[in-house]
Every structure is written in structure tokens, then in C-alpha cells.
């Protein structure tokens, strides 16, 4: 079957984009196409319709794809609640916490997995596009390696290499990933890409020419800086510190840059409406004081940086918020950061621990190990806006505070809550501001806009169309081995 690996010279160097671009440009063509990417790092996760978790990135590249994600497409997620550890995620379902040198030692065991959920989606597709992880060139990485080269020759799928220009010394990287690799993962690579150049593409041929020339790798084009990729969904949180600050409008909504901010695309829809000025406050600042909502979003360790929240001031930002008459939402372990108490005698999120709240709403939570992971639909309690979302979460949520929910799902069943006074609420379910209904009423301004999906959609067309500019399209699907329509 026809497959194609990309892979990069480093962590962000534009994969993810790069591949939910191509997914699109193949599917525009007439091809069944499915993304794969055997191993990811991310704490901005999306639930398939299945009941499990994959990487966000890899949801944008099935929506690319026109098709519903599904847990083959991330067979393997890591999901990172210390420096040196992170939750496990194996075809969805949490499988544990391990440190990352135990993971290091035990990952090549999860090799038959993956190639299992590959071979699954080569059974239902004409191309599977296949993601990297980080770069091969980290060879002290290379043993037991299930997220580069490992996983490409196992599965014998052709790489092409990506190098990024916009942070430089592009030419080192390419050529430096030519001179480390071994003999047998070098014959893997059949090209490269250049990614993110800004500026007249005459003035790089030769640095391209010279690249050719010191690897013998095919050059498959050099791609402009994608205006457009800033605006879709991003799967690290290293991005977000360059986006705090948010053009002057009248509105302004505010989400706390927590340390561990999980699912932070839960903003990407107020970032990109017209009526409201959204920015992150990042760990130094003060809430601003003419701040009308402020979010205190998902986190994976929800007791870490509640006590982070703390250390930085903003318990005491927050309650001048509330006396200032401003409002405040709580979405999944913000909700749960809102009530009275938060108990992990279990040491699920790591050592355990008991803390008081912020005490809010009147809400009491117990963290458990099993984990809720789940699509739904409703309508809020407040004007009965339309919504649909998911809950992603570990923990169950009691208390006084849950007869006055925020949302009623269409199952039947309540969500989240809403203070006395209406000034607090706090919800479990993620993607709810997609809703255009929602967004408007839930901030009280504009009228409702159209969904946020509508306007992702487009800019995949967008990507696919410079994509198909920039690259020689013909020789990417002669080395994946497929026949364009």
C-alpha cells in the first residue's frame, strides 16, 4: 500500500502542518488518505468517537482527511505531567505513568502496536501519511525507537526530511541529519523539504542546490511562511507565550497560562472572533484589571498548578476580579480548581495530596484513576445556546453546587455549575466554544458567529492550495507509491 513518512530535522519544524496540508491536497485529489503518527508528546488531546484520546494534531489531519479520528491514528500518546514523566496513552486508554527512563527502556515493545493500528488504516486508505516525532538525527534516542526510523523501517515507509529556515542554520540541520544517521536509516530518507521561508525563495536556491549536492537527497521544494498555520489548532504550549498579548476591542477575555495547560485549543475560537479580545496571562503578570472574563482553563496536573496558580498571585488577582464585577469560567480541572476541595489519595497526578480550592462554587473533587473520555452534545442552561464538545477528565465532581448546572447534554445528564450569583460557572466539557451560539452567549456580546470548525476548514483548503504550489507533488506521490488521479 502507498505511504509517506514525514519527518523533521527538530520538534517544530512544521510538521504537523506540513502533513495535515498534504492530507488535504491528496483528499482534494480523490484519494482515501489517513494520517498516522505512531508516538506523539502532547497535553493537547482530542476524544475519538470511540472513547479514547489521541494527539489534537493528528484529529486536525483526519479532519483534513475528511474522515473522524480514531485511536489508530496516535496509536501511542504521551501526555507529560513533570520534566521527567508523563501519562502513557496506548490506542486511547490511559495505560499509566512512567518516568521517561523507564518508558526509553520499555518503548520498543510498543512497536507491534503501532505497526498494527498502520497497517489497519493502510487496509482502509489509498495513502497513509505518516507524522514523525522530534528527529531522527537524535540518535542517542535511536534504540528501540518507535516514532522515526524505527518505525519506518519496520514498516518500510520512505522518509522525507523537513528543515526549518526561519530559526536558522537550516543547511547544518539537513546535512547534519545526513552525516549522523547510520547507513540503513540514511537510505530511508529519499528527499527533503524546506519550511517556513520568508522572503524572495531566488535568494536559497543555492543553499538548496548545496544541500543536494552534500547528501544526494532530492530536493521536493521549499515551503513560504503559512500565515494561515498560525490560526489553526496547535499541539504545544511553547506557542502560546508568543500570543499573550491581543489586539485592542472592546471585550477582553483572559485564560491563565497554566504550566500545564492541557486542550488550550479551547481558545482558538476566541482568538478569531471579531467581538473579543482574547489573550493568555503568562506566569509574571497580573491579571489585567479591565478584564471582563477570565478563564481558568484544562490542566493535566490539576493540584500542581492550582498550587502554581497560588504562587503566582492570581488567587488574590482573581477575587479582585470578582469584586470588580467580572466573571469567571472554570473549564475541566478550572472547574474543579473552583470548588472547595481537591483529594488524590491515590497519587494519580503524582504524590498523594489533598487542597483546599478556591472555594467558589461548592464543589468537592475526588480524583480517581479511571478516566472519562467521551463526545457530547447539549445546550447551555442559560438561553439553551447549541454546543458540541467532549469530556476528557479523571476525577468525579460532587457538591450543592451541581443543582445550578451550566449545561444540560442531550443524554439527559447535568454539567459543571453556576455560582448564585451567575458571576462563576465552571464546566467539564472542552470545544464548547467552537459554538458560535455559545461563544455569544456565554460572553454576552455579538451576535452568533459561525462555528469555528467552518473557518479551520477553510484554512486547511488554503494550506493544501500553497502546498500544492510549493512542492513537486508528483514526486512525493511517486515515492509514497501512489497514482494520482
Known amino acids: 500500500m502507498a505511504s509517506l513518512m514525514i519527518q523533521g530535522c527538530g520538534s517544530d519544524v512544521g510538521k504537523s502542518i506540513l502533513v495535515a496540508g498534504l492530507c488535504r491536497l ?3 485529489r480523490g484519494l482515501r488518505v489517513r494520517p498516522i503518527k505512531p508516538q506523539n508528546m502532547s497535553n493537547n488531546a482530542a476524544v475519538t468517537a470511540d472513547g479514547g484520546e489521541i494527539g489534537r494534531a493528528q484529529a486536525l489531519q483526519a479532519m483534513a482527511c475528511r474522515v473522524p479520528p480514531t485511536v489508530d491514528m496516535n496509536p501511542v500518546l504521551l501526555k507529560p505531567q513533570s520534566d521527567v514523566g508523563a501519562q502513557v496513552i496506548v490506542r486511547g486508554k490511559r495505560l ?3 518516568q521517561a527512563s523507564t518508558y526509553q527502556g520499555n518503548k520498543g515493545a510498543l512497536l507491534d502496536v503501532v ?16 507524522e514523525g516525532a522530534g528527529s531522527p538525527a537524535e540518535i542517542n534516542l535511536r534504540a528501540n525507537d518507535i516514532a522515526n526510523m524505527g518505525f519506518a523501517r519496520a514498516a518500510n515507509v520512505p522518509v522525507a526530511l523537513v528543515g526549518d529556515i526561519d530559526r536558522g542554520h537550516v543547511i547544518a540541520a539537513v546535512v547534519g541529519a545526513h552525516a549522523v544517521l547510520d547507513a540503513a536509516d540514511r537510505a530511508m530518507i529519499h528527499g527533503f523539504i524546506i519550511n517556513k521561508f520568508r522572503g524572495d525563495p531566488a535568494l536559497f536556491v543555492d543553499g538548496r542546490t548545496e544541500i543536494v549536492r552534500r547528501t544526494g537527497w532530492r530536493d521536493f521544494g521549499m ?8 490560526r489553526l489548532p496547535a499541539e504545544d504550549a511553547v506557542v502560546l507565550q508568543a500570543e499573550s498579548q491581543s489586539v485592542k476591542k472592546t471585550f477582553k477575555v483572559v485564560a491563565l497560562l497554566l504550566p500545564h495547560i492541557a486542550n488550550f485549543d479551547d481558545f482558538d475560537p476566541l482568538r478569531a472572533d471579531p467581538h473579543l479580545a482574547f489573550m493568555y496571562v503568562t506566569p509574571g503578570m497580573a491579571v489585567p484589571g479591565d478584564t471582563d472574563v477570565l478563564i481558568i482553563p484544562g490542566t493535566k496536573t490539576t493540584l500542581g498548578d492550582l498550587a502554581f496558580l497560588r504562587q503566582q498571585g492570581w488567587d488574590i488577582d482573581i477575587a479582585a476580579h470578582l469584586r470588580r464585577g467580572g466573571r469567571v469560567l472554570g473549564i475541566c480541572g478550572g472547574l474543579q480548581m473552583l470548588g472547595k476541595r481537591i483529594a488524590d489519595p491515590d497519587g494519580i497526578e503524582g504524590a498523594p495530596a489533598t487542597a483546599d480550592g478556591l472555594g467558589y462554587l461548592d464543589l468537592e473533587t475526588l480524583l480517581t484513576a479511571d478516566k472519562v473520555l467521551c463526545p457530547v452534545t447539549g445546550r447551555l442552561s442559560d438561553g439553551g445556546a447549541p454546543f458540541q464538545g467532549y469530556e476528557m477528565h479523571v476525577g468525579r465532581t460532587t457538591g450543592p453546587a451541581l443543582a445550578r448546572p451550566f449545561a444540560i447534554l442531550d443524554e439527559g445528564r447535568a454539567d459543571g455549575a453556576t455560582s448564585g450569583n451567575g458571576r462563576v ?11 458560535g451560539a455559545a461563544r455569544a452567549a456565554i460572553f454576552g456580546v455579538g451576535a452568533p458567529a459561525r462555528d469555528h470548525q467552518f473557518a479551520v476548514d477553510a484554512l486547511l483548503d488554503e494550506i493544501a492550495s500553497a502546498l500544492e504550489q510549493a512542492l ?14
Open 425 to 435: 460557572a465552571g464546566t467539564y466539557v472542552h470545544g464548547l466554544l467552537q459554538s
Open 115 to 130: 505497526l498494527e493500528s498502520f497497517h489497519r488504516l493502510e487496509g482502509e486508505s489509498d495513502l497513509v501519511l505518516v
Open 223 to 230: 515551503v513560504p511562511w503559512l500565515a494561515a498555520a498560525r
Open 96 to 98: 499509566g505513568n512512567q
Open 26 to 28: 491528496f483528499a482534494n
Open 472 to 485: 513537486d507533488v508528483p514526486a512525493l506521490a511517486a515515492l509514497a507509491g501512489v497514482r494520482l488521479p
